[in-house]
């Protein structure tokens, strides 16, 4: 028994694999270069329906918890992460805010944003704090994120203070 197993550089890669052999299980990443998770995983359906496809990604706690299954995928997983990963994102400022919009319904205009935190690992791609939060608040790196939470989010204030002075920050 036991298996082989092949690694492919990108998504083009993996499909041209997928063409030439025939495989009981391919699991993807939903962000590859070259082919996305998804477009690989609906091509491995079609060319072979009793393959087993799983998708590794940044936003597979959230996909899980919405029922979110792109076609042609089994399984969505969450990448695992290494605490040792936390505190190399921390040193190597892997960690951004990006702002999204809150808006007035009854005005129809942006009444503030609301800061939102994601780590861009290297080779997991973008996470989501569901992903993270636990592990950094098992192991102490909690504060040190927040600290870089708090110091984005005031700066990023700062900087739109001129243009737009009642912008509230959630």
Do not use: C
């Not at 990006?98 to 080779?123: C, F, H, K, M």
């Amino acid at each position: 028994g036991g298996h082989d197993v092949e690694v492919a550089e990108d998504g083009r890669a993996a499909l041209t694999q997928v063409g030439a052999s025939e495989f009981d299980l391919v699991v993807t990443d939903r962000a590859m270069p070259g082919l996305s998770g998804d477009q690989l995983a609906a091509e491995v359906k079609r060319r072979n329906p009793t393959t087993a496809v799983i998708m590794l990604t940044g936003f597979g706690d959230l996909m899980q918890a919405t029922g979110e299954t792109p076609p042609g995928v089994d399984m969505v997983l969450s990448k695992p992460i290494p605490a040792e990963g936390l505190e190399r994102a921390i040193a190597e400022g892997e960690f951004t805010l990006q702002y999204q919009p809150v808006i007035d319904a009854n005005a129809g205009t942006i009444s503030g944003v609301e800061a939102l935190l994601r780590w861009t690992d290297p080779t997991k791609g973008l996470m989501t704090p569901s992903e993270f939060v636990s592990v950094a608040e098992e192991t102490g790196m909690i504060v040190p994120i927040g600290r870089i939470v708090l110091r984005e989010a005031f700066r990023q204030a700062a900087a739109w203070a001129p243009y737009a002075p009642d912008l509230r920050m959630f």
